[in-house]
């Protein structure tokens, strides 16, 4: 099932989600090396990179929700997009709340703060392989009929399904 919105051929939501979880990933990495004593630098790091994600992350749902809507009724493939953009907006607001019980880049980070963003890691965790579960597994946001010799999506050309027979 190919994707509803896309840039030069290619998924925009697939393309979006990679900067958000970095982004949040990062966070959590730099509030950890805090918490293991390496640095008093870090919670401002990780207090910049939280909003940063979680706009990335707003603006992804949207190209996500609009892939959703494309994806027949009734199929296991549904039922795990919804699963997987509840997840994330559950991620994100995790995010939010822990960059909101921070206060500020200059105070001190509270367990709060910590607890929702090591949540919303652990969450992101389960919701990213459930997006991998929809692309490798199910088939969404691929190219109908892509295969090993399939042109450049620059090209134009449809990918057509028939896949060479060539033998290398």
Known sequence: MEARAKLLGHPIHQMLIVLPLGLLTGAIVFDALHLLGMGEHWPAV???LIPAGVLGGLLAAVFGFADWTKIPK????RRVGAVHGLGNVVVVSLFAVSWWLRGGPDEGTSTAALLFSFSGGALAMLTAWLGGELVARLGVGVDEGAHLDAP????G???NGA??????
């Open 74 to 77: 009734q199929t296991r493939a």
């Open 157 to 159: 050309r449809r990918a």
């Open 46 to 48: 990780s207090y910049w």
């Open 152 to 155: 450049s999506s620059l090209s």
């Open 163 to 168: 896949a060479s027979a060539r033998i290398v």
